[in-house]
């Protein structure tokens, strides 16, 4: 008879338990211990009860943003509770507009948003940047600090392009009147060069007064040496000072401004003869990767292991955005990269990179957003899935959106057996949109509100208006964006009317045939 004995048993089973315990405490733990609060007060008085909206700019490579909060401005003003780990740059957002402003974990700010001006365009969705006013804002915040660095770059931008040229033997007035030009350039470049060394003796003095190299030293040296570049210092020379065994600043938007001015186009250099022969060969090999990867380590400036994978990835972003031709094999590295990297923030970027190409492309589902009817009613937009769909996103403030519904009026008189004419409205308030529709009831297509939700606004891809889209029976993406009624979208539906008419004469023609031969 064995004898058995439970406790033995039980006890790696306890033990397992006892220790996910353990993690989940001091995860936690972890997590509290550097996830902290930021206090942010916005005052927008010119706003009330509308929408206050705040984006975490989370990746800088792929520009890639998240909303994190949302609130409404009452008496004149919005609170939040924002939890971060780290020194993060946010985006505040009001009716189209936002401001940016970086925030510092245990820190109060206060913010004022400006009024907006009657008669500015406004036609601009969310892509229109407005100027924050701090309140009580401490010398020592780094938004102090980049506020300074930045009235710094001011002023050496305007010695750099004016030419502060009173010291030298040229003559302001043989300059303009073109005298002399080979010596004038010489003393603009000479002018230029002082004016660099100036600016970086600037530079080191800021980053020297700290005793640990801080985000805004990261900052400030950074984007000096994206200045020195567009100057044309050597490429070696930057190279060795700011990427050769340096550590990636992922989260430093200096850094990566300078980055990619750095590796820009990085595969562009291989697209002409005999280079291109050896990006031919990579890109059809059966181990594409591989083989891509090789071309970037024959480049002496693309760095260890890591900054290689950052190139690669960037270059072939940037390479498929400019021959599309490329795409299938450029995604499926890319791909290959967001699921397999050790790297964690080269998997994110990868994943935002791959959202941003499929994005809007031809013959990918379009977007199944909800809206309300001009009746009130909840509807989405596979409720018309069937019918070819010709989608509008307008405002009643935009003349250009309200210019194209008359050319839309006369398109749904002659198509509208074919095609689904739908215009949709981002108004921030629904009842301006309820004013028109009860102002036009000539207009007998579908229309519809959707608001200003910035995510809503994101998965359009609505930056300008008006804007439209061409959506087939199964709500994939025919044209995206489509022509406006104005600019020769009838010929689009003409050519599909006739294609259409041939089809139905062809498919008569075969039911008559195999009647004939039912009949026999």
Request: glycine fraction near 4%; include cysteine; aromatic fraction near 16%.
């Amino acid at each position: 008879m064995i004898s058995i004995n439970m406790a033995e048993i039980l006890k790696p089973l306890y033990q397992t338990q006892l220790n996910y315990r353990f993690f989940i405490f001091f995860f936690f733990i972890s997590f509290y211990s550097q996830a902290q609060e930021v206090s942010l007060k916005v005052f927008a008085k010119h706003y009330e009860d509308q929408k206050v909206y705040i984006w975490l700019e989370d990746d800088f490579f792929s520009r890639h943003t998240q909303l994190i909060d949302e609130g409404r401005i009452l008496n004149g003003e919005c609170r939040f509770l924002l939890t971060i780990k780290d020194i993060s740059k946010i985006r505040i957002g009001i009716d189209y507009q936002y401001g940016s402003l970086y925030v510092e974990p245990n820190t109060d700010y206060e913010i004022a948003f400006p009024k907006h001006e009657e008669g500015e365009n406004r036609s601009l969705a969310w892509n229109s940047k407005v100027m924050l006013s701090f309140l009580n804002l401490p010398e020592e915040d780094i938004n102090s600090q980049i506020m300074l660095f930045n009235a710094e770059l001011d002023s050496f931008f305007s010695t750099l392009l004016l030419g502060d040229l009173s010291d030298d033997p040229i003559n302001a007035s043989d300059s303009l009147a073109g005298l002399n030009q080979s010596n004038n350039l010489s003393a603009r470049k000479f002018s230029q060069k002082e004016s660099l060394m100036k600016f970086n003796v600037f530079i080191d003095s800021l980053i020297s007064d700290s005793d640990t190299v801080s985000f805004i030293s990261s900052y400030q040296k950074y984007a000096a040496a994206s200045i020195t570049f567009s100057l044309g210092e050597k490429k070696e020379t930057l190279y060795s000072e700011y990427f050769k065994d340096k550590e990636i600043a992922y989260s430093n938007p200096e850094y990566v401004r300078f980055f990619n001015e750095f590796y820009q186009n990085f595969f562009e250099y291989f697209s002409y003869y005999p280079l291109s022969e050896k990006l031919d060969i990579a890109l059809n090999s059966d181990d594409c990767k591989a083989e891509l990867e090789k071309l970037v380590s024959e480049d002496e400036m693309s760095g260890g292991t890591q900054l290689k994978e950052l190139v690669l990835l960037k270059g072939l972003y940037d390479y498929v955005t400019i021959h599309t031709k490329r795409d299938s094999a450029i995604l499926a590295v890319i791909k290959e990269i967001a699921v397999g990297s050790e790297y964690p923030m080269h998997r994110e970027i990868a994943v935002h990179f791959i959202e941003k190409l499929n994005h809007g492309k031809e013959g990918s589902l379009f977007p199944d957003i909800e809206f309300l009817s001009f009746t009130g009613d909840s509807l989405m937009l596979s409720h018309f899935k069937g019918q070819m769909i010709y989608l509008q996103i307008f405002s009643t403030w935009s003349s250009s959106s309200l210019a194209e519904m008359e050319f839309i009026s006369q398109l749904n008189k002659k198509y509208s057996s074919d095609i689904r004419f739908i215009s949709l409205s981002i108004d921030p308030d629904p009842e301006d949109f309820y004013r028109f529709v009860n102002a036009n009831r000539n207009y007998n297509w579908e229309l519809g509100w959707i608001g200003v939700h910035p995510e809503k606004l994101k998965l359009l891809s609505i930056y300008d208006l008006p804007i439209f889209y061409l959506i087939d029976e199964d709500l994939k993406i025919v044209e995206w964006p489509a022509l406006w009624p104005s600019t020769g979208i009838e010929q689009t539906f003409y050519e599909m009317e006739v294609k259409k008419r041939e089809e139905n004469k062809l498919r008569f023609w075969e039911d008559q045939t195999n009647k004939s031969k039912r009949e026999e």
